[in-house]
């Protein structure tokens, strides 16, 4: 199964988990600035990575190369999720990026895996939640860096 990670980071924390993932399943990473549209289509599995900015806005890269995702054939496509976000001092978008790639890609007819449950996290809102589970993996390195091995180690478990 070939496997590609497509990530935006700007501080690196982004960046970090997507190579992580990969050294745990064997895949090709690659900054979406770097990105072809090819990239996203040729691959058992892809996986899109982004951070959650401000009050809900995407990261800037990806805003930047946005229409390379819109413009990939992902139909039938298998596709994982997994964002990073602040839940203290953004609790009312905590990993809205998570839903706002699931929109997209769910739009695109990709098959969506790596729902995860809500709980053992602390926030008011967020886009990222469908029928009360993250639409991916939700990752917050400022607040909960502990959990996120554990975490990371089960959603890959489940979207394998």
Not at 36 to 47: G, H, K, M, V
Request: proline share 1%; aromatic share 8%; net charge negative.
């Amino acid at each position: 199964m070939s496997i590609t990670i497509i990530y935006g980071s700007d501080g690196g924390c982004t960046r970090k988990i997507a190579s992580k993932i990969a050294s745990k399943i064997n895949a090709k990473t690659l900054d979406i600035k770097k990105a072809q549209t090819a990239d996203f289509e040729n691959c058992s599995l892809l996986i899109l990575g982004c951070p959650t900015y401000a009050d809900g806005d995407l990261q800037t890269d990806w805003i930047d190369h946005y229409e390379k995702l819109e413009e990939a054939n992902l139909q039938g496509k298998k596709v994982a999720i997994f964002g990073m976000g602040d839940q203290m001092n953004y609790p009312e978008s905590f990993v809205d990026a998570i839903g706002i790639l699931y929109d997209t890609v769910s739009e695109k007819g990709a098959q969506v895996v790596g729902f995860t449950e809500n709980t053992g996290y602390d926030f008011s809102k967020s886009q990222g939640l469908r029928e009360g589970r993250f639409a991916g993996l939700a990752l917050d390195e400022d607040n909960q860096s502990g959990k996120t091995e554990a975490r990371i180690n089960a959603w890959l478990a489940q979207i394998k």
